[in-house]
């Protein structure tokens, strides 16, 4: 089967930002940045180091970074910030690296938690075990508030399908 190779504007059309929450609401702005991950010549059979660029094609099994920046533009600490972002079609979920208050939802955004904590539903069958495949969204709480004039980043990975 071939696949066709995704332009990053119809990935980052497809990178929808969640709402702010209501104490965050007015005091904060959020941007996103989309970068391809590439891994340099490693040593002794080891992996390389990786780079991040603004690439302006992707293709099927290219890993990508998504970095989420909130802002509080406030005169007051922003609480309660949490960050929800949809996994776009062109991507599967794969892992991220700043794990506090994170969780991912395989159901649309309506139940979220731990990936090895949900189940998907089978038609005609018992559960299984949710996969990364499965992931719909992504989700940070922060429990500590976002000083006034200051931000805070988050990523997740993606592979392209």
Known sequence: MIRKSWTIVTLATALA???LPAAAQGTGALTNKLELERSGP?????EGEKTYTT?????P???IRLTLTFTNNGAAPAAGVNLTNPI?????????????GFAVSVDGGKTYGALAALTVAVPGAAERPAAAR???HVRWLWSDAVP???SRSVAFFGRVR
Not at 55 to 59: A, G, I, N, T, W
């Open 134 to 136: 499965d992931v719909t």
């Open 17 to 19: 930002m969640g709402a």
């Open 148 to 150: 006034a004039g200051q």
């Open 61 to 63: 099994s290219d890993r």
């Open 42 to 46: 490693g040593v002794d059979g080891r």
């Open 88 to 100: 776009p079609e062109a991507l599967i979920f794969d892992g991220t690296n700043d794990t506090a």
């Open 55 to 59: 690439p302006d094609v992707v293709v």
